[in-house]
Structure formats: C-alpha cells, structure tokens
C-alpha cells in the first residue's frame, strides 16, 4: 500500500537516489535547479510516497518571488520509481502537494513540466507567459496554477529564490562554524 508522508530528515540519502534513478544526473542542470540550490523547501511541502518502508516517488516546493511583489511556490522535482511508474503515485503526490499548499494559505505554483501531464491538476502556460525563469526554458513547458484566483494576473518579470538558505558546514574557520549557502 502506497502512503504519502512528509519527508523526513533520513529519507534524504533514498530521494536523492530516487531522484537520480528517476531524472538522471543531470537534473541538477536544469533552470529549476538554480532556484532550489543551496535552499531549503517549503515548510510542510516536502513529501514521499512510500511502498511499506521504501520511498518511491517525492516531490517538494519552494519559495520563489514571481516577479515584484508576487509570491509563489516552485514545484519540482516530481520523481516516481521507474519500476512503479504508471501507478499513479505522481498523481497522488500532486493532489496531495497542491492540496498541502493551498490549505497552507500559498496562492500559486509554478514548475517547468510536461504539460499534457500537469494541465489536469490545473496548470496552464498562460499563466506564466510574463514570467521569465533565471535560464531559457521551452515555455509551453513553464506552467503555472493559481491556488486563489487572480494571484498570477499581475505576475511579470524574473523568477527568484526566496526560500530560507540552508546552512552548510564552513570550509575554513573555527571547528563548528557554519555559513548560510549562496
């Protein structure tokens, strides 16, 4: 039986591993990956689908600003097991996460994303199309949901981090030491 659950702290060694089975090594290339680099997630909006013990799909969200004066979430990466895909495990990881978000009071997603998948959890292209992400994407892949209505309609300009750092070990200095992440 599939459950989905918040993240916890000792599932971050079997995400990542999830994550590369899932998307490659590559994914930490992508435009969306230079908004979540050295950030943390969204309180609350880190989630995995487990089969008994075993993490089979996670997805996550993250503060972003849509341009001045517009909050969002930027919601990625979606990843499933490739030996349950089909399942509808990501489908029920993205009920859940939107769920989560709107009843956490956040009034809009954003991602970078297979359109026919996610235009039935409601997201549109229309919605960015004044938005623009830190790296050239193929816009009819760069959707957007609005959890209130009208929250994007003023939604213009550059997509930026702004969610809390992480902290990092200091590479120099006193034993113990820590620095926020760039």
Same mark, same amino acid.
């Given at each position: 039986?599939? &459950? *989905? &659950?918040?993240?916890?702290?000792?599932?971050?060694?079997?995400?990542? *591993?999830? @994550?590369?089975?899932?998307?490659?090594? /590559? %994914?930490?290339?992508?435009? #969306?990956?230079? !908004?979540?680099?050295?950030?943390?997630?969204?309180?609350?909006?880190?989630?995995?689908?487990?089969?008994?013990? +075993? *993490?089979?799909? #996670?997805? +996550? @969200?993250?503060?972003? /600003?849509?341009?001045? /004066?517009?909050?969002? @979430?930027?919601?990625?990466?979606?990843?499933?097991?490739?030996?349950?895909?089909?399942?509808?495990?990501? #489908?029920? !990881?993205?009920?859940?996460?939107?769920?989560?978000?709107?009843?956490?009071?956040?009034?809009?997603?954003?991602?970078?994303? /297979?359109?026919?998948?996610?235009?039935?959890?409601?997201?549109?292209?229309? !919605?960015?199309?004044?938005?623009?992400?830190?790296?050239?994407? *193929? %816009?009819?892949?760069?959707?957007?949901?609005? @959890?209130?209505?009208?929250?994007?309609?003023?939604?213009?300009?550059?997509?930026? $981090?702004? #969610?809390?750092?992480?902290?990092?070990?200091?590479? $120099?200095?006193?034993?113990?030491?820590? &620095?926020?992440?760039?």
């Amino acid at each position: 039986m599939i &459950t *989905i &659950t918040e993240e916890q702290p000792e599932d971050i060694g079997a995400r990542e *591993i999830l @994550l590369d089975r899932a998307m490659g090594p /590559d %994914r930490v290339l992508k435009p #969306s990956e230079r !908004l979540r680099a050295g950030r943390l997630p969204a309180p609350g909006l880190s989630l995995v689908a487990r089969d008994g013990g +075993r *993490i089979v799909g #996670s997805v +996550r @969200l993250w503060h972003v /600003d849509a341009g001045e /004066d517009c909050a969002a @979430l930027l919601l990625g990466p979606l990843a499933v097991d490739p030996n349950v895909q089909g399942g509808g495990i990501g #489908s029920a !990881l993205m009920r859940e996460a939107v769920a989560r978000a709107k009843a956490l009071g956040h009034t809009a997603i954003l991602l970078i994303g /297979d359109a026919p998948y996610y235009t039935r959890f409601g997201f549109s292209a229309e !919605l960015t199309k004044r938005l623009k992400m830190p790296a050239p994407v *193929i %816009r009819k892949r760069f959707l957007g949901l609005e @959890l209130q209505p009208g929250a994007l309609a003023h939604a213009a300009g550059k997509i930026t $981090a702004s #969610s809390q750092t992480e902290f990092v070990p200091a590479m $120099a200095g006193a034993a113990g030491a820590f &620095t926020r992440a760039a």
